[in-house]
């Protein structure tokens, strides 16, 4: 079992900069994918950054490449989200999600989400 918690989001404007983080409870957390979701009014929650549980491999969807940066610490079972060169489409509850087993883009194959925090980007 695992529990997610993110914290970090806020209201920025475009150009600017946060940092996500996401603490989750259990003492199994390395040995889990992570991954980085978000979700717009409106529209669906869709696939943002991933990263397997040793830390090597990382996947971005296209929006945010070269912008975001996901990382992980496994010794303060702690995930990050680097968001950089913020953009008003950036907007939207950001999620951080665990899946047991490699790093996907598909939301349903993760097994453990946290609760969402707000991030607002003005133009």
């Known amino acids: 079992q695992v529990q997610l918690v993110e914290s970090g989001g806020g209201l920025v404007q475009a150009g600017g900069s946060l940092r996500l983080s996401c603490a989750a409870s259990?003492?199994?957390?390395?040995?889990?994918?992570m991954g980085w979701f978000r979700q717009a009014p409106g529209k669906e929650r869709e696939f943002v950054a991933a990263?397997?549980?040793?830390?090597?491999?990382?996947y971005y969807a296209d929006a945010v490449k070269g912008r975001f940066t996901i990382s992980r610490d496994n010794a303060k079972n702690t995930l990050y989200l680097q968001m950089n060169s913020l953009k008003p489409e950036d907007t939207a509850v950001y999620y951080c999600a665990a899946a047991i087993g490699s790093a996907t883009t598909n939301p349903s194959q993760y097994n453990y989400w946290g609760q969402g925090t707000q991030v607002t980007v003005s133009s």
């Open positions: 259990g003492r199994t957390f390395s040995r889990y994918a």
């Open positions: 990263i397997n549980w040793i830390g090597g491999s990382t």
